[in-house]
C-alpha cells in the first residue's frame, strides 16, 4: 500500500488500524527483566558505556507526537549498538516515556535467527517495530514513548570498515515525518561501535546472495571463515568501549519554509535531508575524535576482568548463547518476577547442562544444521512471529 496517494480520512483510517502494533509484541517486563539480568551486565562490564549529554531527558515540543532519535549505525556488526543504547536508556530514565521504542529493518524480525541467540520475538518484546512508512506514520501517534530510527537502514549495518564513521546515504522518512509533524530530531552518536567487528568489508554480490536466506549482509575478512566452524561468533562483539554521543537537538521544520507538508516538492525534502546529512557528518567526526581514539581502551577491560573473574565465563562472547538461553529458559518457566539469574562459575556449568541445544554454536559445520533449522522454524503458537 502507498499510504502517500491517501487522503487525509483514508490515512487516518489505516493508522487507527495500524495502531495494533504498539502492543502487539510488546511485553515490558521481558524488556526489563532482559536489561537487569543480561544487557545492563554486558553494557557496564563488556561495552563499558558511557552516555554523553543524556543527563537530562527531552521534553516533547509538541505533546501528540514523539520526538525522533536518530544515529548513525555501526558496521558490519550484529546491532548490539542499538540494544546497548536502548536499553540503558530506559533504565537510566526509569523505564518512562522519555526513552524510545526503535523501527528497525525488517530483516532483523523476518527469522528467529535474527534475533541474539534464537530467542523468538526478542526484538519485539522489547519494544521494536518493522520499519515501514505506514509503522512510522502510525508510530508518530504513539503518546508512551519516543521514537528512534537509524536512517542509513541496513546498508549502515552492513557498510565495511573502510566506511566507518562516514554516513551512509540516509532516508528521507524521517525528514518527511518531522516535517509533518513539526517534532524536533534528537541526534547522538554511536563511538567505536565500529570495533565491535573490526577490519571486515562488505560485497554487493555476496550481500544479495545473503539477503536471499533472508540475512542483511555478510561481514568478509579473518573472521568469516571460522564462522563457518564456530557458530556462535554470528551473533560476537569486540569489548569495544561505547559511546553514546548526543548532538544538538534539530528543528527541521524550522530550516525551510514554512507551508503546508504536501505542498513540499521532493526536491526540497531531498534538498532538507542532505543539509542534516552534513550536520550530522560534522557532528560525528568530532564525536569520534573526542571519543574514539582508543576504542577498546584495553587496561580498563583487563581492570574490569579482574573484578569480575567469578562471572568471567558469561563475560565473554563465548558464554553469551549459555547467558540468553538460560535467561529465555527461566523466563519462560517463571515469568518475570521468579528468578535471578547467578553468574559464577558453578552456574555456568550448571546453565549449559540445562541448555544442551547450545553445545551445537561450538561444533564445526554441522552444528549450523540445528541452529538454521531452528532459526527459520516458524514460532508455535503463543510466540507471536511475522
Known amino acids: 500500500m502507498d499510504i502517500k496517494k491517501l487522503d ?16 502487539e509484541y510488546l511485553d515490558l517486563p521481558f524488556a526489563i527483566k532482559l536489561n537487569e539480568e543480561i544487557i545492563d551486565f554486558l553494557a557496564n562490564n563488556y561495552f563499558r558505556v558511557e552516555y554523553i549529554g543524556f543527563d537530562d531527558p527531552p521534553e516533547r515540543n509538541t505533546s501528540n507526537h514523539p520526538l525522533i ?12 549498538d542499538g540494544i546497548i543504547f536502548l536499553s540503558g536508556l530506559f533504565k537510566k530514565w526509569n523505564y518512562q516515556h522519555y526513552a524510545a521504542r526503535p523501527l528497525i529493518a525488517p530483516m532483523l524480525t523476518q527469522t528467529t535467527l535474527m534475533n541474539p541467540f534464537l530467542i523468538p520475538n526478542l526484538w519485539k518484546k522489547a519494544g521494536s517495530i518493522d520499519a515501514n512508512m505506514l509503522n512510522f506514520e502510525t508510530m508518530m501517534q504513539h503518546k508512551d514513548y519516543n521514537l528512534l530510527i537509524y536512517p542509513e537502514g541496513v546498508p549502515g549495518i552492513g557498510k565495511g570498515f573502510n566506511n566507518r564513521y562516514q554516513l551512509q546515504k540516509v532516508a ?20 567505536n561501535g565500529e570495533f565491535i567487528n573490526p ?13 536471499i536466506i533472508k540475512i542483511p549482509f555478510l561481514p568478509l575478512g579473518a573472521l568469516t571463515i571460522v564462522l563457518i566452524l564456530q557458530p556462535w561468533l554470528f551473533y560476537y562483539a ?46 560525528l567526526t568530532e564525536a569520534k575524535n573526542n571519543y574514539g581514539k582508543k576504542p577498546y581502551q584495553f587496561r580498563q577491560f583487563l581492570k574490569v576482568i579482574g573484578n569480575n573473574f567469578y562471572r568471567l565465563p ?73
Open 8 to 23: 487525509d480520512a483514508a490515512l487516518k483510517k489505516v493508522i487507527d488500524d495500524n495502531k495494533i502494533i504498539y502492543n
Open 69 to 80: 532519535f536518530t544515529s548513525n549505525h555501526s558496521g558490519m556488526a550484529f546491532p548490539w
Open 172 to 191: 528521507t522518512s524521517f525528514v518527511r515525518m518531522s516535517l509533518k509533524y513539526k517534532t524536533d530530531l534528537i541526534p547522538f552518536y554511536t563511538i
Open 199 to 211: 577490519y571486515h568489508y562488505t560485497s554487493s554480490f555476496v550481500d544479495k546472495l545473503i539477503n
Open 238 to 283: 569486540m569489548p569495544a568501549k561505547l559511546y553514546f554521543v548526543r548532538g544538538k537537538r534539530i528543528s527541521p521544520y524550522k530550516m525551510i519554509a514554512d507551508k503546508p507538508y504536501k505542498e513540499y516538492t521532493q526536491q526540497e525534502i531531498e534538498k532538507l535531508r542532505d543539509e542534516l546529512h552534513v550536520t550530522m557528518q560534522s557532528e
Open 314 to 386: 558469561f563475560l565473554f562472547p563465548t558464554g553469551w548463547p549459555v547467558l540468553f538461553s538460560e535467561f529465555y529458559r527461566k523466563y519462560k518457566k517463571y515469568g518475570a518476577n521468579g528468578f535471578k539469574m547467578k553468574l559464577n562459575w558453578y552456574t555456568f556449568f550448571i546453565y549449559f547442562l540445562k541448555n544442551p541445544f547450545v553445545i551445537f554454536y561450538f561444533i564445526p559445520i554441522i552444528g549450523w544444521i540445528p541452529i538454521l533449522i531452528k532459526g527459520y522454524k516458524k514460532s508455535k503458537t503463543g510466540e507471536k512471529h511475522t
